[in-house]
């Protein structure tokens, strides 16, 4: 038996080490107890085969102790051990079910509901169901979801890790996770389908969706790596697609947090002793802050990207952001506000800001930008070299910046101490613009100040030593100044202490002193710019100057009141010295957009002037009044009235430089009205009142009435088939209209007759005869009633032919009302006319074509296109109440039978060219020749030949004209069909050359704005002209025509010259002349030059011939035209026109 228990404590040594696995060297196992165990023999007799061991089986090692409820060994190929099977080491201890070891692959498996693992030399405890150990390289790997606990049992270090699977690697310090895995330490939560830890390196590398969790605040990438360093986090780094969620309590308040989200190409978070400073992304940044609003119905937002963004954070706290690169950010601030109605809505204020580089302090929520800075508030857009922006007080400060310059190019212009530094602040509000070099606003008070400041307020710009905002429209400016001129020193400005500017409204300043250059020309005590854009209330702009004769004047010194959107009133005083007079001018305009609108304008004139005849002072009173309405009302109707009176016929003669009122001597008046009852159905219409100022006529139209009514067609449009397609046949095409209308005319004028009287006899006995003037009335009036019917029926024939048969019917109704004109007339007014007539004919047309491909020099093809007509029309001879047709305006009838017969012919030249890769068609040569057959004139039956031609080959040129030819001999009535007799000719025909160069170049051109001296060098040179035409261009016109013969004969012909050109790129030359060949004379001719001086514009016409002859010149600022130096008012008015030219 000792034998025997020597042999069992062999094999129990055997036994134990194929248990344990845990050492590179062989172990001594040592039998203790077991209740039960058996051996099997080898087939030999000799060996052991298999042994059983059961109850309470303990073995015995040098550095431990095992325990199991039972234990069966293979010998040579695994050991099993089973029950509540327990493993104490000196480096490791371990629980399970079972623990299994195959000595051939020298790897161990441990089962159970419930596996321990604890390596006291790696610190590694680990709880699962499964654990398999590989001896030679002391790996083990745990799976069915076990949970591992790194640096076990320190609770402060301790570093959790479950996961689907988990692999150990002892030699190498390396453990890997997979599946679902979780990481939980003192100070960070991981999560991520795979996680690898470098233990000797200290470092936890996340794949496959990573996420780590510290606080409340979470990062996720594509890849995280965690280093640590003396056992606590040093660094994590994001990578790929990086985002973090940053959640902090507010100091010790855990019921409020600070909300900040990051995302970039690469995260990087720094540690300090465990404890995190600071948050980098690279590439791509964007990070968005949401800080708590403890409480308070306000919310705010800061958002801002770049190429790399960095979060300092101080005691678990966020301190600052800081964007590096192309920083873009927008702050938002919501807020509850109540309105009107005593509820509340929600408020949000935007800001949005640009910066190379942007930094948001937390502490004191400012907001710094740098290098080329910009901050956008609603219609309020701000940039600066340096913008400080105070969220919390709403406050706003923007920096300049200075670029030295050389000693030798120091500015000492007058003005150069009043502009802002190179790189200024500049302030825009909707389309103003503030510079400055140092801005502080405060956007909760909206009031701020300005120092050094320039603006431009449309065509104009403005400049302060020190802007200061008093309320949201009011402005104080000291040492300010005003000008259009944009030179570095302007050629001239307005000068004032004190200034006080109402935005959008009015600037006013006292006092005011104008300097042209450094020279001061006017001062005055007190003065006001006006500033409102579009329609708003002010005083009129006067104008003061001269008239004929060297003659006084001043004109439209008033007031224009903007009363609201609906309408306006202008009211304005003009006093000319010439006969004393004083005119009041009033308008009124209104309007309801899409409903009404409307004007009245009048003028009442005052005149004193004295009769040197009579020696007496003669008053008197003139007036006009024009006016105008336009409505639209329910159901369709429209209606468009103007009208214009004046008190005399010379009113506008005496009053007016416009040549279009000195020349027109008609007054009209009328309403226009309309009413549309469907598509097709319409009735329209007016009433109207003409007066000849010349002619003392008077013509009243009360009313002109037509009524517009469908087509007809009998026998309807065609046919639907199946595809929804309209196929009409041929009796479809016939066609009816009707067009129905009256007039009521009335016209009256002032007829004078001459009486002559022999009254005596002078002093010789020689008989005295008295001529006396007896002026009177006579009046015309009747209404009548129009009726007009046709009928077409077109139709092809033989597929080109298009055959129309037509039919007329006209038919009047006449009411001659009793006048003197009727009864001279010997109308009788007391009965009713019809007069009518009809009109039947017959036409066929066609169109030819005939084309050649010729292929050449670009020439596709040549095309003619033929389209030849013939007609046939018959009137009857029906000659109803010719005269009361004549009195009525004329009418429907006929005095004689007509029975004709028209041919024309219509033909068009066309040619087809290639330019390019393109294919451009051109009309070469048009030509329009008719004639007709009078079968009922017995002497004559043909008509005159008339030919129209029209061509246009060359872009630049164009001729027209037309001929008529008679085919019978001149003074005969024998027929000449060969040499058929030319009765007139006229031709028309016009050539314009231009070219896109100057005739003259100037070396540089002065650009508006830049300075002669200072700023030309830059400007580089233009083709542009001011006013927008450029290079030049010369058009040339000639008309002739010719008619009659012998005694008979007329010709006439006129030449029209007009020449432009820029003499310099600042100077532009017009030249027109109208010349007459035939009598050798120039019917007018005008000469004008017009000179831009950078802010000035000068102008010089040149009249030589003509009742307006003699010139103009004036000098003024281009966008103050009233500020000028001229010697007239008008071509016709100036005082020196009249008077330079013989």
């Known amino acids: 038996m000792p034998e025997v228990r020597r042999f069992i404590a062999v094999i129990a040594a055997f036994l134990l080490l194929a248990a344990t696995a845990s050492s590179d060297e062989t172990k001594v196992l040592r039998y203790q107890h077991s209740d039960e165990y058996e051996v099997v023999l080898a087939p030999d007799g000799k060996t052991i085969d298999t042994m059983f061991a059961s109850g309470n089986v303990i073995f015995q090692t040098d550095s431990g102790t095992i325990y199991c409820d039972s234990a069966i060994w293979a010998v040579g190929r695994d050991l099993v051990l089973r029950g509540k099977v327990v493993i104490d080491d000196a480096s490791y201890h371990l629980v399970a079910d079972s623990v299994r070891y195959d000595e051939k692959t020298r790897v161990a498996v441990a089962r159970g509901s419930y596996v321990e693992v604890l390596t006291r030399q790696d610190s590694i405890f680990a709880v699962g169901r499964h654990v398999q150990y590989e001896r030679a390289p002391r790996k083990f790997r745990m799976e069915e979801r076990p949970t591992v606990y790194l640096k076990y049992p320190d609770s402060a270090k301790m570093i959790e890790v479950t996961a689907d699977r988990v692999d150990f690697d002892s030699e190498n310090g390396l453990a890997e996770a997979e599946g679902d895995v979780k990481i939980d330490s003192r100070d960070l939560s991981a999560s991520s389908g795979c996680a690898v830890l470098q233990l000797r390196k200290n470092v936890l590398d996340l794949f496959d969706n990573p996420a780590a969790q510290r606080g409340r605040s979470v990062i996720r990438g594509g890849l995280i790596t965690v280093y640590s360093a003396n056992d606590v986090l040093s660094r994590i780094d994001v990578l790929d697609s990086a985002r973090g969620d940053f959640i902090e309590p507010i100091g010790k308040d855990t019921t409020h947090f600070d909300n900040s989200k990051l995302t970039g190409k690469k995260i990087i978070m720094n540690f300090e002793q465990g404890n995190l400073i600071g948050v980098t992304s690279v590439g791509q940044a964007y990070s968005w802050y949401y800080p708590s609003s403890q409480g308070k119905p306000e919310e705010q937002q800061n958002s801002v990207s770049g190429d790399t963004i960095r979060f300092a954070i101080k005691d678990e706290r966020l301190q600052s952001v800081t964007v590096i690169g192309g920083g873009i950010g927008r702050y938002l601030d919501s807020k509850m506000v109540a309105t009107s109605d005593s509820t509340k809505s929600r408020q949000v204020d935007t800001v949005d800001y640009t910066g190379a580089r942007i930094v948001y302090d937390l ?68 389309e103003e613009e503030l510079y400055g070099d140092f801005l502080e606003y405060s956007m909760e008070t909206q009031k701020g100040r300005i120092v050094q400041s320039k603006s431009s307020y449309e065509t104009g710009l403005y400049y302060g030593r020190k802007v200061a905002r008093a309320t949201k429209d009011i402005y104080y400016v000291d040492d300010g100044r005003y000008t259009t001129c944009n030179a570095e020193e302007p050629h001239f400005h307005f000068h004032s202490p004190h200034m006080k500017l109402i935005n959008n409204d009015k600037l006013l300043a006292k006092p005011v002193v104008l300097y042209i250059g450094r020279l001061p020309i006017l001062a005055l005590p007190y003065y006001v710019f006006p500033m409102k854009k579009g329609r708003h209330s002010g005083i009129l702009p006067f104008r003061v100057g001269n008239l004929s004769q060297g003659d006084k004047y001043i004109e439209n010194v008033g007031y224009y009141w903007a009363a609201s959107d609906y309408w306006d009133w202008q009211n304005a005083l003009s006093y000319r010295e010439f006969n004393t007079s004083l005119t009041w001018t009033t308008a009124v305009n209104y309007v309801i957009l899409y409903k009404l609108s409307g004007s009245v304008t009048a003028n009442i004139s005052r005149e004193t002037s004295f009769d040197r005849y009579l020696g007496t002072e003669r008053k008197r009173t003139r007036w006009t009044i024009a006016g105008s309405h336009r409505q639209e009302f329910s159901g369709g109707w429209k209606i468009d009235a103007s009208g214009s009176y004046q008190s005399d016929a010379s009113y506008y003669q005496d009053y007016s430089a416009d040549l279009a009122d000195r020349t027109n001597r008609n007054l009209r008046s009328v309403v226009n009205f309309s009413k549309r009852f469907s598509k097709t159905v319409a009735l329209s219409g007016s009433f109207s009142h003409e007066q000849n100022l010349d002619a003392q006529t008077k013509t009243d139209r009360l009313p002109t009435m037509g009524i517009s009514l469908p087509v007809i067609k009998p026998f309807g449009s065609g046919r639907i088939d199946d595809q929804g397609k309209l196929v009409p046949r041929w009796y479809n095409n016939l066609t009816v209209a009707y067009r129905p209308s009256m007039t009521n005319f009335a016209y009256s004028a002032v007829k004078d007759s001459v009486i002559v009287d022999t009254i ?47 039919f007329n019917y006209t038919e009047n109704w006449f009411k001659i009302h009793r006048t003197d004109q009727s009864d001279a007339a010997g109308i009788n007014a007391s009965r009713l006319y019809r007069t009518y007539i009809y009109t039947t004919g017959v036409s066929l047309s066609t169109t030819v074509y005939g084309t050649v491909r010729p292929n050449v020099f670009g020439l596709k093809g040549l095309r003619q296109v033929l389209m030849p007509s013939v007609s046939y029309g018959y009137t009857p001879k029906i000659n109803r109440f010719p005269i ?6 004329g009418g429907a009838g006929s005095t004689a039978k007509v029975s004709s017969l028209s041919a024309s012919l219509g033909q068009i030249y066309q040619a087809k060219i290639k330019q390019g890769e393109s294919e451009r068609n051109l009309d070469l040569f048009s030509l329009q020749s008719g004639l007709s057959y ?83 060098a830059a400007a580089g040179q233009s083709q542009v002209r001011p006013g927008g035409q450029q290079g030049w261009s010369i058009r040339v016109d000639y008309a002739y025509s010719e008619s009659g013969r012998d005694q008979y004969f007329q010709k006439q012909s006129s030449l029209n010259l007009a020449v432009f050109f820029n003499l310099t790129p600042n100077t532009t030359v017009t030249f027109r002349q109208a ?20 802010c000035w514009t000068g102008e010089f016409s040149w009249v030589p011939v003509g009742s307006n002859r003699g010139y103009s010149f004036r ?28």
């Open 363 to 430: 502490t004191d929520s400012t907001i710094t930008l740098n290098n080329h800075a910009t901050v956008n508030s609603g219609t309020m857009a701000l940039s600066a070299e340096e913008i400080e922006f105070q969220t919390r007080h709403r406050l706003v400060k923007a920096y300049s910046a200075n670029i030295t310059k050389p000693s030798e190019h120091v500015d000492s212009t007058l003005l150069a101490r009043f502009q802002p530094n190179p790189i200024p602040v500049i302030l825009k509000d909707k």
């Open 760 to 806: 005596g006899t002078d002093t010789l006995g020689a008989p005295v005869i008295v001529y006396d003037t007896l002026s009177r009335g006579t009046r015309k009036k009747y209404t009548r009633l129009d009726h007009a019917v046709s009928m077409n029926f077109p139709m092809t024939v033989a597929k080109y032919f298009v055959f129309n048969p037509n």
């Open 1075 to 1094: 010349y007459d060949p035939v009598s050798g004379q120039t019917i007018n001719s005008q000469v004008g030059i017009v000179r831009q001086l950078h």
């Open 884 to 889: 009361q047709r004549g009195f009525a305006g």
């Open 934 to 1016: 009078d079968f009922e004139d017995t002497v004559r039956h043909f008509s005159d030949l008339t030919t129209i031609f029209q061509s246009q080959v060359l872009p630049r040129i164009s001729i027209s004209g037309s001929m008529v030819h008679s085919l019978y001999k001149p003074g005969t009535n024998t027929l000449n069909l060969r040499s058929p007799y030319l009765a007139s000719f006229s031709i028309l025909s016009s050539i314009t050359i231009a070219g896109n160069q100057f005739l003259f170049d100037e070396p540089v051109r002065i650009e508006r704005g830049a300075d002669s001296a200072t700023q030309v």
């Open 1115 to 1142: 000098l003024y600022v281009t966008a103050i035209p009233a500020l000028k130096i001229d010697n007239s008012n008008t071509l016709v008015n100036g005082s020196l026109l009249q008077n330079a030219m013989p």
